[in-house]
T-cell receptor, first 112, second 115 residues
Framework: SQQGEEDPQALSIQEGENATMNCSYKTSINNLQWYRQNSGRGLVHLILIRSNEREKHSGRLRVTLDTSKKSSSLLITASRAADTASYFCATVVKAAGNKLTFGGGTRVLVKP | DAGVTQSPTHLIKTRGQQVTLRCSPKSGHDTVSWYQQALGQGPQFIFQYYEEEERQRGNFPDRFSGHQYPNYSSELNVNALLLGDSALYLC??????????????FGPGTRLLVL
């Protein structure tokens, strides 16, 4: 079963706009990670946020984590056509080693 | 710095056959995890190898087996292939699995089609 569930499932925006996607999970986590996947290829790690952190930034990416609501959000600012991809959140549960449990992903289309 | 490599990139098999997929981890990494990603879905954890032993396993049948070599490279074997085994198989490497929560680096995947 999937630990994380992304919302929305698909997102279409214009270049330059911001893209926000959310992830909800069910159990207490060690950390939550966001990955990007282009056209069914390998996943690229974007950012890791630990359970004791509330917000992290990396370039145009901003991730928040609310452990009380068991949710996270990924914001991509000033989107570019190259940001077109599927974005996945993945959780690491304390009792389960470092295996990643992925959600179903958000498919983002950035139109030029 | 070599990233994670996987071979082959694509593979076509028929039902009942066996397949072996290969993965070389990122330089310096000692842990390899395998994931199955069906079309349109998120990856599902198959198992993880560390120190040449299977350390964790997801909800996959015994038809799925693996191996890790002393150089940390790994193989995923699937016996008695079913149509439902058609998927993208992803290998990910990381460092010191026992610490938990380390970033995993993914290879480009092997796309398996079972006819």
């Amino acid at each position: 079963s999937q630990q994380g569930e992304e919302d929305p499932q698909a997102l279409s925006i214009q270049e330059g706009e911001n893209a926000t996607m959310n992830c909800s999970y069910k159990t207490s986590i060690n950390n939550l990670q966001w990955y990007r996947q282009n056209s069914g290829r390998g996943l690229v790690h974007l950012i890791l946020i630990r359970s004791n952190e509330r917000e992290k930034h990396s370039g145009r990416l901003r991730v928040t984590l609310d452990t009380s609501k068991k949710s996270s959000s990924l914001l991509i600012t000033a989107s570019r056509a190259a940001d077109t991809a599927s974005y996945f959140c993945a959780t690491v549960v304390k009792a389960a080693g470092n295996k990643l449990t992925f959600g179903g992903g958000t498919r983002v289309l950035v139109k030029p | 710095d070599a990233g994670v490599t996987q071979s082959p990139t694509h593979l076509i098999k028929t039902r009942g056959q066996q397949v072996t997929l290969r993965c070389s981890p990122k330089s310096g990494h000692d842990t390899v995890s395998w994931y199955q990603q069906a079309l349109g879905q998120g990856p599902q954890f198959i198992f993880q190898y560390y120190e040449e032993e299977e350390r964790q396993r997801g909800n996959f049948p015994d038809r799925f087996s693996g191996h890790q070599y002393p150089n940390y490279s790994s193989e995923l074997n699937v016996n008695a292939l079913l149509l439902g085994d058609s998927a993208l198989y992803l290998c990910a490497s990381s460092l010191k699995a026992r610490r938990g929560g380390e970033t995993q680096y993914f290879g480009p995947g092997t796309r398996l089609l079972v006819l």
